[in-house]
């Protein structure tokens, strides 16, 4: 299963957004149109239906309702905030529906309240709020049905599939910290890395591990024989030999590999965990600190892994090496535009000409670099002086 | 014997190394432009290079000339070919070479080798040749890599240009694929004649 439909209203810097998504997304935009807040929409659902979370904390995690709420809403959905995502795969693309509105009460302490809360399964109704129950007792409207074992068990698997929803942002400098994983749980940044490695039983892990020593031989050919192993205090570290001019060369562990090689890494195990029937996973720019020929075989392998059951990937890039790939999709990629009246997204196959562009053999890369560049970027370094 | 290598894209890689390879050099990548229009430009650049030092340039014809020495000439213009250039015009693309060796092709991609065509070099579109072929393959692996989703707006599947460097490094005979394709049978014989002539030592 995977997310097929993604539909925001006054949502942080979106007004309006309908996409459909398939199994690779990447969406693409000028910095700050609000990329990462695309994926924080699904970000909030999974927050909302993991377990220790639920609606008024993924708000409050979020520095409440006033952050989340577009500022070009005004009247625009009566200024609520609405989300919503359909769930299947490509024979029944919409086996799932789920749809959340919110708001914030009226009067006393203003707290979020969900205005409505739908679902439905193969497009039979199976939630709808607010109910009676919840016109009797107002204070139920702070608590959607998604996050209550007891309300969801007509969509329990919407709930347990918006909860395996992984966020990855793996920062290699928090990887490599000392005091890692100690209280970190579910890290984005990679805080819990090695600790979720250590985790995996042991056969699957080498199994793991075994390929991305493939893979690394190829992008990192100096390094080799990738293994996890516990120093004298317990503590796990990721181990390879470093080939050098010694004959048997030197091991090394993560806080001497390169951050391009830890990030590759942290990719690689990401998109291999979980297995089939993993949830999707939101990565931010994977292409960072990797070299462009690198970055070029990403959606290779993403198409490659999820071939044989990966979990659907929806990731933020800025990398016209991704883009060019002449096997993309103009339905896989998102473009955010930002306008007066917040950003809109739609994929590519609705941007004008696109198709013709690409017939006359353009990449999308080169397509879509001036609607994503700051107009007059070149003037940029005239701004700057010291003094 | 080193020889400089120039080429458009990826794919066109491990076909250029495997040529300079077959005639006893070693080969030195230098450049994979991203496409002709960067490639073009340097091209004369490169051609001054090859007074001195032993150069291979492969580029694809497409519809761009009617025929590859009215290219060559309009690529090198006003210079003359030099001593060590080999810089040759796949017909109408590398694709097509690589079509040529079709048991290879067959045996990699799974498909009936009766429905790979005789003379690869003729075809207009042999990229989109290629998709189709891959269209009938009775692997679905390599119809899901090789075959763009309806809906994707593409000429090629999502892993086509991971597969198709996988295919010519691995499995491609060039000498085999000579024998289907005059283009790439002129290239492997003018590389051979420079080895002879030593110009390329």
């Not at chain 1, 109704?125 to 016109?135: F, H, N, Y």
């Not at chain 1, 793991?208 to 120093?231: F, H, S, T, W």
């Not at chain 1, 030197?250 to 291999?272: H, N, P, V, Y």
Request: aromatic content about 6%; glycine content about 8%; hydrophobic content about 40%.
């Amino acid at each position: 299963m995977r997310l097929t439909q993604l539909t925001l209203k006054n949502w942080r810097n979106f007004k309006s957004v309908d996409v459909d998504l398939e199994r690779r997304m990447f969406v693409v935009g000028p910095n700050a149109s609000g990329k990462s807040n695309l994926l924080d929409a699904v970000r909030f659902l999974r927050d909302i239906a993991s377990v220790g979370g639920g609606f008024q904390k993924a708000i409050e995690s979020r520095g409440g309702l006033r952050r989340v709420r577009c500022l070009a809403a005004r009247n625009f959905n009566r200024g609520r905030v609405t989300i919503a995502v359909a769930i299947g795969d490509d024979t029944n693309p919409r086996r799932w529906t789920y749809e959340l509105t919110f708001s914030a009460e009226q009067r006393g302490q203003h707290r979020p309240i969900l205005i409505s809360e739908t679902a439905s399964d193969n497009g039979h109704k199976v939630l709808g709020r607010p109910d009676d129950e919840d016109d009797a007792d107002q204070d139920r409207l702070t608590q959607t049905a998604l996050e209550q074992v007891n309300a969801n068990k007509a969509f329990r698997e919407v709930a347990v599939f918006l909860s395996s929803v992984r966020y990855l942002h793996l920062v290699p400098q928090v990887i490599r910290e000392p005091d890692r994983g100690i209280d970190r749980v579910d890290d984005p940044f990679g805080g819990d890395f090695l600790l979720r490695l250590a985790k995996t039983p042991e056969k699957t892990r080498e199994k793991r591990l075994e390929k991305i020593n493939g893979a690394l031989r190829v992008a990192v050919p100096q390094l080799d024989k990738l293994d996890l192993v516990p120093d004298e205090v317990g503590r796990w570290h990721l181990e390879a030999r470093y080939a050098h001019w010694r004959v048997h060369g030197a091991k090394q562990d993560e806080r001497d590999f390169s951050d391009g090689t830890l990030r590759l890494i942290g990719l690689l195990w990401s998109l291999l965990e979980g297995g089939r029937d993993a949830g999707p996973i939101l990565l931010e720019e994977p292409e960072l600190s990797l070299h462009a020929s690198v970055v070029r075989q990403l959606p290779s392998i993403l198409s490659r892994v999820q071939r044989s059951g990966g979990a659907q990937v929806l990731l933020t890039t800025h990398s016209n090496d991704i883009l060019d790939d002449p096997g993309l999709g103009i339905d896989e990629v998102i473009l955010l535009e930002p306008g007066d009246e917040g950003t809109t997204a739609s994929t590519v196959e609705k941007v004008d000409n696109v198709t013709q562009f690409l017939e006359a053999g353009m990449s999308l890369g080169e397509i879509l670099a001036p609607l994503t560049e700051p107009g007059g970027v070149q003037g940029l370094p005239m701004q700057l002086t010291l003094g | 014997m080193f020889v400089s290598y120039a080429v458009e894209g990826a794919t066109d890689t491990p076909v250029a190394e495997k040529l300079i390879q077959l005639v006893g050099g070693t080969p030195n990548r230098v450049l994979v432009a991203g496409g002709k229009a960067k490639l073009d430009p340097k091209v004369p650049g490169l051609n001054r290079v090859a007074q001195a030092r032993p150069w291979f340039v492969l580029r694809d014809l497409d519809s761009d000339a009617d025929c590859a020495p009215n290219l060559i000439g309009a690529l090198l213009a006003p210079q003359a070919l030099s001593g060590r250039m080999c810089l040759r015009i796949a017909e109408r693309a590398t694709e097509s070479w690589l079509l040529g060796d079709a048991t290879g092709f067959s045996d990699y991609f799974r498909v009936p080798i009766t429905r790979v065509p005789d003379s690869p070099d003729a075809l207009n579109r042999p990229k989109r040749q290629i998709v189709d072929l891959c269209r009938r393959s009775t692997h679905s692996s390599v119809r899901q890599a090789m075959v763009p989703r309806a809906s994707s707006g593409r000429e090629v599947g999502p892993e086509y240009t991971s597969w198709l460097i996988d295919f010519a490094r691995d499995c491609w005979d060039p000498t085999r694929a000579a024998n289907r394709s005059p283009s790439l049978r002129r290239a492997i014989d003018r590389m051979t004649a420079l080895v002879a002539a030593g110009c390329w030592a």
